[in-house]
């Protein structure tokens, strides 16, 4: 199948745009340029823009033109060894887990390129934090809100609430301190210092437009999706010791999935 006119339209541009040739906050040339240099129609020339701006590449201002966007790092992350990972670092001495992170395993960014801030409340648990836990209504949480940002550019690359029951983080009271973040090795390792190993973990994933604050803070263009990650962490016993929920942007974030099958009998 033939590939269509707007789409080797787009590849041509997008191309350019990643080999430099057109630069960051260049304009793209006038549509009325392009149909007149043969490239296709109005129509043609709009669905090429359109597409650039979905893969985020161009920013399209209405009235002035369409903008090559700055190229933000993409973000890779793979559960399967990923979360493994998590849990084996957890037992490397502190010297060895100050040394990286889940955040620079994902983006390829070192620790002094990142930039972590946290904020910690105890909240009483709502109906949907209660029935997920298996808790009473109004049991007191410890509610945990990150979000990362890599010293060249002020947009986070992603948003995390993140809950513990309170009794238990406090076995700790290292653990109720935000001043504490970040930890190194993370909520694994933050959950062994009050005896809780985890066994299981449970990924959901959706996409949703963003709220107003997750794209000022994500920095999304109009028409750009997140990805909503809802992560269950279960111990041993079966209960769960922590969930959250993590807010990705759409454009620069990708899940990776490999999935072992069983081989036929012979």
Do not use: C
Not at 139 to 155: I, K, Q, Y
Not at 162 to 168: F, P, R
Not at 198 to 226: H, K
């Amino acid at each position: 199948m033939a590939t269509p006119k707007w789409r080797r339209l787009a590849d041509d541009l997008a191309a350019r745009i990643r080999s430099g040739e057109l630069a960051e906050g260049e304009a793209l040339p006038q549509i009325r340029d392009l149909t007149a240099q043969g490239a296709g129609s109005t129509t043609t020339v709009q669905s090429a823009f359109r597409a650039l701006e979905s893969e985020g590449l161009v920013r399209i201002v209405r009235g002035k033109g369409t903008y090559v966007r700055r190229q933000r790092r993409r973000a890779h992350r793979e559960p399967q060894t990923r979360y493994q990972w998590e849990k084996d670092r957890a037992l490397l001495p502190e010297a060895e887990r100050r040394t990286t992170g889940v955040t620079e395993r994902d983006t390829g960014l070192t620790t002094p390129q990142l930039d972590f801030h946290t904020r910690y409340a105890a909240v009483p648990a709502d109906e949907r934090i209660a029935e997920r836990f298996g808790v009473e209504l109004g049991t007191r949480m410890l509610h945990r809100h990150f979000w990362t940002t890599s010293r060249d550019d002020d947009a986070a690359i992603s948003l995390i609430d993140s809950y513990l029951v309170y009794e238990v983080a406090a076995r700790n009271p290292e653990l109720l301190d935000s001043g504490n973040e970040p930890w190194p090795g993370g909520t694994v390792h933050q959950l062994r210092t009050v005896g809780v190993e985890l066994a299981q973990i449970d990924d959901a994933i959706t996409a949703r437009p963003p709220t107003t604050d997750e794209a000022r803070v994500l920095d999304l263009d109009p028409g750009t999706a997140v990805l909503v990650l809802q992560k269950s962490s279960y111990d041993t016993t079966g209960a769960l010791a922590e969930f959250s929920e993590v807010i990705f942007p759409g454009d620069r974030y990708e899940m990776i999935y490999r999935i072992p099958l069983e081989r036929w009998p012979d």
